[in-house]
């Protein structure tokens, strides 16, 4: 959570939590900042960046900048050199990225640079399946699809401003717009299947099993499907939305099971799990500390130094740009922070900076924990909201709490919240430690159950250990092999 200028429009930030998995576009709101140089450099003007390199910036910025785990590294770009030697262009090069981010997901970028997530490689299980993503994204890079998505976009932007300005057709030129970006939608989807496809035969003739793509597809399926289910969402329904940029993933994975089979039987090409294993052992799960986690409802920033305990219910989304949360009936709460202008108080800021469309009650001051706190609810006409102030150092905190009907109950539990914002101690500073990815070997006798026990999340710990390790409803779990848990 990083702290920025808040939008006025709070309802759609408030359940802005959802992202999409697999391959994604940016589109953060400001490059990270580089470190400044000592005061005796020589000022010399910077090269102007290339478009590239922004958006390396902004990928890095956008997904908790780079994780560094030097062995990890070393390991998935030996596996995009095997690719890349095998591959339609054996002439380009690559170079794999790690994000520091528990969100699944990859990007590419047309100089070559690939961006895996750490969330990402904890879904797959092996090194056939990880070849299967990174050889996704080298087609993308080989078949030049980000070229020709922005010559798309341009043809679809060009046509719409053609029909309203030049014609003075307004209407026909939100049609033009219209068709374009469905066009736009379908053109995305045809190159998502050609990755998935000549992905596959890379992988293939790189000597690994074909079938990894389908096992990572399941994987990612499966595991989307869980984090609905922890945020009270229902799952997404294949078909409904057709203007989604990616096909269904039943789809993708039927496609890539008869892209594999055209190739051989199952069985054949190298799965290597154990490097695979070997090589995340150890790997950090989940949100990282720096940028705050949570802990059931309770969330921590040792970073920053504060904590404080969502309501009932709640499951929370840690993002870039703010903290959101959401309850499986419809709550959901956004934090976020901000600076007071100068001369500004507490209780102008919040009259300045309430829900657009909702009428404000009268502005409550409190005591949290020591810390000057301003409080208000605003009704709007389908939303109420309680919207939150809290001075904290040189900072603003902003807790925004919103229900379709509230009661006392839930307003209740929405003071509770705020009023359980506290300062961090020293030691709970220090003693604040990421979760860890540690391979474990099975015992005779282990069982989902006995793994779930020892996973440190224990919200649906035998659904997660399942999806974490690939495993079908009851799958037997051969003694001697290896697992993934989560550790602390």
């Known amino acids: 959570m990083s702290a920025f200028p808040i939008a006025r429009r709070a309802l759609a930030l408030v359940l802005s939590a959802a992202l999409l998995a697999g391959c994604g576009s940016l589109n953060a709101d400001k490059p990270a900042t580089a470190p400044l140089a000592p005061a005796e450099a020589p000022k010399v003007a910077p090269p102007p960046p290339s478009a590239v390199s922004e958006e390396q910036t902004r990928i890095a910025a956008a997904y908790g900048g780079i994780y560094v785990k030097p062995d990890l590294t070393a390991f998935l770009n030996g596996i995009a050199d095997r690719l890349a030697s095998a591959s339609e262009r054996p002439d380009l090069r690559y170079k794999v990225v790690m994000l520091n981010s528990p969100l699944v997901n990859a990007f590419a970028l047309p100089n070559g640079s690939l961006y895996v997530t750490r969330g990402l490689l904890a879904v797959a299980n092996d ?17 030049r699809h980000a070229l020709q998505r922005a010559d798309e976009e341009r043809k679809a932007v060009l046509v719409s401003r053609i029909v309203s300005d030049v ?46 793509a389908s096992r990572f597809l399941l994987s990612m399926g499966r595991q989307s499907e869980l984090r609905s289910a922890a945020l009270g969402q229902k799952p997404a329904q294949p078909g409904l939305d057709f203007m989604a940029t990616h096909p269904s993933t039943p789809e993708r994975v039927q496609l890539a099971v008869a892209s594999a089979r055209q190739i051989g039987a199952p069985g054949v090409g190298e799965r290597g799990r154990d490097a695979y294993l070997d090589a995340i052992n150890g790997m950090v799960y989940g949100d990282d500390p720096s940028q705050g986690f949570a802990r059931g409802r309770r969330f921590l920033h040792p970073r920053l130094g504060f904590s404080f305990v969502a309501p009932d219910g709640f499951v929370f989304e840690n993002g870039a740009d703010a903290l959101l949360g959401v309850a499986s009936d419809g709550r959901a709460l956004r934090m976020d922070a901000a600076k007071l202008s100068p001369g500004q108080t507490l209780e102008g ?21 020591g810390m000057e706190t301003v409080t208000l609810v605003a009704k ?7 919207f939150a102030a809290i001075h904290y150092g040189s900072d603003v905190y902003r807790l925004i709490f919103a ?38 070997r099975i015992k005779p006798g282990d069982t989902e159950a006995t793994f779930a026990n020892r996973m440190a999340l224990s919200d649906r710990a035998v659904d997660r250990f399942s999806v974490l390790n690939g495993l079908g409803p009851g799958e037997p779990l051969p003694p001697g092999s290896r697992v993934k848990v989560i550790d602390e």
């Not at 995305?188 to 990894?212: K, M």
């Not at 307003?411 to 914002?421: E, K, L, N, T, W």
């Open 167 to 212: 014609l003075q057709d307004s209407q026909g030129g939100a049609v033009a717009l219209a068709r374009g970006k469905l066009s736009l939608a379908s053109f995305s989807r045809a190159q998502e299947l050609e990755a998935d496809r000549i992905g596959v035969q890379t992988i293939a003739r790189a000597g690994f099993d074909p079938y990894g």
């Open 127 to 143: 090194s056939s399946e990880l070849a299967a993503v990174i050889a996704h994204e080298m087609a993308h890079v080989s078949a």
């Open 380 to 386: 709007g006409k389908e939303w109420t909201f309680r």
């Open 403 to 440: 229900t379709r009907e509230i009661t006392p109950q839930i307003d209740q539990g929405f003071r509770d919240s705020i009023m359980s914002f506290r300062r961090l101690s020293q030691e709970e500073i220090d003693a604040a430690r990421p979760l860890k990815l540690d391979v474990v």
């Open 349 to 369: 800021y919040i009259k300045e900076n309430w829900i657009d469309g909702a009428e404000p009650g009268p502005v409550e001051t409190l005591d949290v924990n």
